[in-house]
């Protein structure tokens, strides 16, 4: 369940960061935070957890319990998920490199392909005659073997797959899952880039005086927008059937410019897969516009394009995109995108939980009755819905109890790799403030707890009173 107790707390800063050393230019560093206490659990459990005992003592807690909206959704149908329908990507030169398949439960997988976290020893229970090892990667980060292995015989099932393991290793394979991006296709025309960047301005946070280092995983991100120039930005690719994934400042087909700025443009390549720079872009662009000057992100490029307005991400890659940010230390990971549950994203989750990590991911765009998706639903991660100016809603917003916060993300106005900008909308677009005033927080208050508190009590309630499973919390400014 997603509200357990907690186990214990982050600890102060082994040292203290000067100003003078955290407001340089952008060629300065961002030293990351190093807790004393690397491996406490999240705050997450115990402030939830105290959230749901006032509601359930309420008669409107009680109201809330048994329904899924309030104000916003009359009668909610049985829950649902729909995908899209499953494709084959082809590379440049018209080569297969991703067979899209659609599980019995409506997601989306690579065909025959499964994924193993384990040891270096494990690798002996894939010698068989069922299954093959395609691939296999060290993720220093996390400490753990990363197996993909494709079954070679006709039996792809969770049981037989499961089955052919010890009992001890059975809970550390699952699918090679397709993710998808959680957002809606542009909907108004180019702006000028000039009118944006004053509105840009005023959204700032403010109170957050000193930069910060936060980690995304998206598409690719066209680095040389005007809303990004205040920042540094770091990107590396992750995408299936690209050659190069190593970090950006060490790989062949990353180039450097000025500003302090590496940019990590994919190669162009005959099997490569097609690729989108626009929902990174607009999400990099909203996390930039709540970041002071001199603040340091790293981006983890994972998606390829299905077709003009959505992009999937093999678990494959977001594993890979997980441990390179995680590599570098940053407070918190912005994760908009979503889908099926995975008991090896379920691990690694987990372990940058321990590793003092803060996950923030949109909760999903496919309404008020769809079932839980995740990253946003597992108990470590803080989970964003989003809400229109009035604050009222996203209307096809997943809801639940694992619902944390809201934060503006209709019709946003988000950067769009022409330089112009595009109005945006979904979980996607309000994700990214969630994680900027939480790393503000995080940097500023030296412990998790104190950031998720701090959160919560500048948090709006709306809806029913107190933690409601449409707004979470309540609305960030």
């Known amino acids: 369940m997603k509200y357990t107790l907690f186990v214990g707390i982050v600890g102060l800063l082994t040292a203290s960061i ?109 010698n068989g005659t069922n299954m093959e090892i395609l691939e296999v990667k060290f993720l220093p980060a996390l400490s753990q073997w990363l197996y993909k292995v494709k079954v070679t015989g006709d039996k792809d099932e969770v049981s037989y797959i499961r089955n052919s393991l010890p009992r001890n290793l059975q809970s550390q394979i699952g699918r090679n899952h397709i993710y998808l991006s959680q957002s809606e296709a542009a909907t108004n025309k180019s702006k000028p880039e000039s009118a944006h960047k004053l509105e840009a301005s005023s959204q700032k946070f403010e109170s957050c005086l000193i930069p910060l280092r936060i980690g995304m995983v998206d598409t690719h991100v066209v680095p040389t927008h005007p809303m990004l120039s205040h920042i540094s930005l770091t990107q590396a690719s992750f995408i299936v059937g690209q050659s190069q994934k190593s970090e950006p400042s060490k790989d062949s087909n990353m180039s450097r410019e000025g500003d302090g700025k590496v940019i990590g443009q994919p190669m162009s390549q005959e099997n490569t897969v097609a690729f989108s720079s626009d929902h990174g872009t607009a999400v990099a662009s909203l996390l930039a516009a709540s970041l002071p000057e001199s603040s340091q992100v790293f981006n983890a490029s994972v998606f390829y394009s299905r077709n003009s307005v959505s992009q999937g991400a093999t678990l494959m890659s977001l594993i890979e995109g997980l441990n390179y940010l995680a590599s570098q230390q940053v407070d918190a990971i912005n994760m908009s995108l979503a889908g099926p549950d995975n008991p090896i994203l379920a691990r690694v989750i987990k372990q940058l939980d321990r590793n003092g990590i803060q996950i923030i991911a949109a909760v999903g765009n496919e309404g008020p009755a769809s079932l839980p998706l995740y990253p946003a639903a597992y108990p470590e991660t803080l989970g964003i819905t989003a809400v229109d100016k009035l604050h009222e809603i996203y209307r096809w917003a997943n809801q639940g109890d694992y619902v944390d916060f809201a934060a503006f993300g209709v019709s946003v106005d988000a950067a769009h790799p022409s330089g112009k900008t595009v109005r945006q909308t979904g979980t996607s677009m309000a994700s990214p403030r969630a994680t900027a005033l939480y790393a503000c927080f995080f940097r500023t208050e030296q412990q998790r707890h104190a950031a998720l508190l701090k959160m919560k009590k500048i948090a709006l309630d709306a809806g029913n009173p107190g933690r409601d499973k449409v707004f979470g919390f309540g609305v960030l400014p």
Do not use: C, H
């Not at 300065?28 to 659990?41: G, H, K, S, T, Y």
């Not at 105290?50 to 009359?74: M, N």
């Not at 297969?96 to 499964?114: P, Q, S």
């Open 18 to 126: 000067s100003q003078a050393q955290l407001t340089g230019t952008l060629n300065q560093v961002v030293p990351p935070v190093r807790p004393i206490i690397d491996r406490a659990p999240s705050e997450l459990k115990s402030i939830r957890e105290e959230a749901r005992r006032k509601v359930q003592t309420s008669v409107g807690g009680a109201r809330d319990l048994s329904t899924l909206a309030s104000g916003v959704v009359g009668m909610v149908p049985a829950p649902q998920f729909v995908t899209p329908t499953a494709t084959t990507i082809l590379s440049a030169s018209g080569q297969k490199i991703i067979k899209e398949v659609r599980l019995e439960n409506g997601f989306l997988a690579v065909e025959k392909e499964w994924l193993f976290i384990g040891e270096e020893a494990d690798k002996a229970y894939f």
